[in-house]
């Protein structure tokens, strides 16, 4: 363990785009997390993010969460370029031949992508805890307390992201394959939740369309992509303003979500180590 | 001998057959030539040896132990095909990642950089080193954790020839010491200067194992010279020592029978008996190019 630690440490600790988006990364975090501080304009009319309630507990989990999860790209970035990086320059060879493991390797890559999970978990959590007690209507423990399960959403949804983002790297070892391979599974997984939305819904109309939306069960929920972003849902329903539209917000639980990216982790990571075992290097 | 390695019938198969059923065994305390043709194999088999490809069939003993794990590779300093490292790191950096890897102290870094010669440029950046330098540090990479076997594959490819030298010496030094070192080279000339015994591949199939100077039988051949050239060739022919008699311009070079053998002393008194005085002679060894090429040709 503590040799895969240095390993990575010393692998990564002096190459530049490591450092250049860690650093982008935690800075743009720490804006985004203090956005609700800010006024800005919203066709014509000023809009203060604080003012429609996202520092409240318990919705602040949430839209923290959201909010700073769109960031993960980042993150996400650093781990494909100093996973791709390993088979250009040809290091994962030399590793092996040097006597690391397959298991080893992947083994460090995966704690790479914990300790950043890890960090950026921690970050928000602190984070929240102290914009909602500065800033949130209520401060009683209970609705403190309410949602605090996203966080370990939070923590789940990027980790899940990166062992993805692992799994490309390590299919297609070159980045801009793994960046063009990932938009084409965006998409097409878009597309296939589009086609069972529309197949299911067909034909109904309002209070039924709404029913079937909210209760049924979709298969493409269980889609990496779409698992990941269900684990936490768009807050923008709990706006103060749309309450005041009437929209309805109802969460439940996204229990199959947290069930598929669980397994999705699980494959990306032995689908990772079984393609580093099976080819020739 | 202790074996330090043993290949049985190994075989790989890409699209065609790479590497067709090789068998050879590695003793310990000799310095090995792996030759062969580019594409004959050599850079695949050491693949396989060193767990980076997947033989298709065949197996193979490291120190008695079958297979290639990671306790094995640590006792295997191995240089393939380039110098791999990280550029953007320092020397010193890559070779504690090496060092993190094999389980060896950081202290052997600075003796290693020493060997090669690169201790004033430890700080410096890979991608800042010259193609002999990066060699170089590959060597030292390779001689990290005292290892008792050495592979190198084509150690010597695209450097100048003062590198060429420095490399030489550098392997010469190692095998000095009873590493018992395993090189790959298609630069004949490179293996006879280094080594003891060879492998020679020949498209995928293993041709030859064994000393350098067992190769083939030839015992040589002796260059001659003489006023009366067709009076020589005549006299060689009679005396039944030779295989052949090619002449070369004004030079005559007889070729000793497998079953003879001349020493030059003994050519000049039978050649001086006949009346034939020569103003050339001298005896040749085969190099290992002409004992290659005949081996070679001998198994088509």
Known sequence: MTKLLKLEYYKNLNYRPFKVFTILYFAILIVFLFIGLIDFDLFGEPVNLKEQGIYNFPEIWNFTTWIVALLKIFLGLIIVFSICQEFSDRMFKQNTIDGLSRKEFIGSKLLTISIFTIVSTVVVFAITMFLGYRYSNTTESAKVFEEIFFVGNYFLKLFTFFCFLMFLSILL??????????????????????????????????????????????ISHLLPLESMSNLIPNPMARLNMAKMMGIKYEFHYPTESLIACLVWCSIFIFGSYWILKKRDW | MEKILSV??????????????????????????????????????????????????????????????????????????????????????????????????????????????????????????????????????????????????????????????????????????????????????????????????????????????????????????????????????????????????????????????????TLNQKLAEKGIFLSHLVKKKLSLESQFLELVKNTN
């Open chain 2, 8 to 265: 049985k019938n190994l075989t790989k198969k890409f699209k065609r057959i790479v590497v067709n059923n090789i068998s050879f065994d590695v003793e310990k305390g000799n310095v090995y030539g792996l030759l062969g043709p580019n594409g004959s194999g050599k850079s695949t088999t050491f693949g396989m040896l060193l767990s980076t490809i997947n033989p298709t069939s065949g197996d193979w003993y490291w120190f008695g132990k079958k297979g290639t794990d990671s306790e094995t590779l640590k006792k295997i300093g191995a240089i393939i095909e380039q110098p791999n490292f990280y550029p953007y790191l320092s020397a010193e950096v890559n070779l504690k990642i090496v060092a993190e890897i094999k389980g060896t102290p950081f202290q052997r870094i600075d003796e290693v950089l020493s060997i090669v010669g690169l201790l004033e440029r430890k700080k410096d950046t890979f991608k800042t080193f010259s193609l002999g330098m990066k060699q170089r540090l590959a060597i030292a990479s390779a001689m990290l954790n005292n290892p008792e076997v050495l592979i190198l594959d084509e150690p010597t490819n695209g450097l100048d020839p003062e590198g060429i030298i420095q490399i030489r010496e550098i392997i010469n030094n190692i095998a000095k010491q009873g590493i018992t070192i395993i090189i790959a080279s298609h630069l004949l000339d490179e293996i006879e200067k280094i080594c003891s015994h060879v492998i020679v591949l020949k498209e995928g199939n293993s041709i030859y194992c064994g000393r350098v100077d067992e190769m083939t039988n030839s015992h040589g051949y002796f260059e001659l010279k003489a006023d009366n050239k067709t009076a020589l060739i005549q006299t060689l022919e009679e005396i039944h020592w030779f295989s052949s008699i090619d002449s070369e311009g004004d030079t005559i070079k007889a070729h000793i029978r497998e079953d003879a053998s001349v020493s030059a002393s």
């Open chain 1, 173 to 218: 070892r070159k980045s801009i394959f793994v960046f063009l391979a990932f938009f084409v599974f965006w998409i097409g997984e878009s597309i296939l939740s589009g086609i069972e939305v529309f197949t299911k819904i067909r034909g109904l109309q309002g209070a039924q369309r709404n029913e079937v939306l909210q209760n049924d069960f979709f």
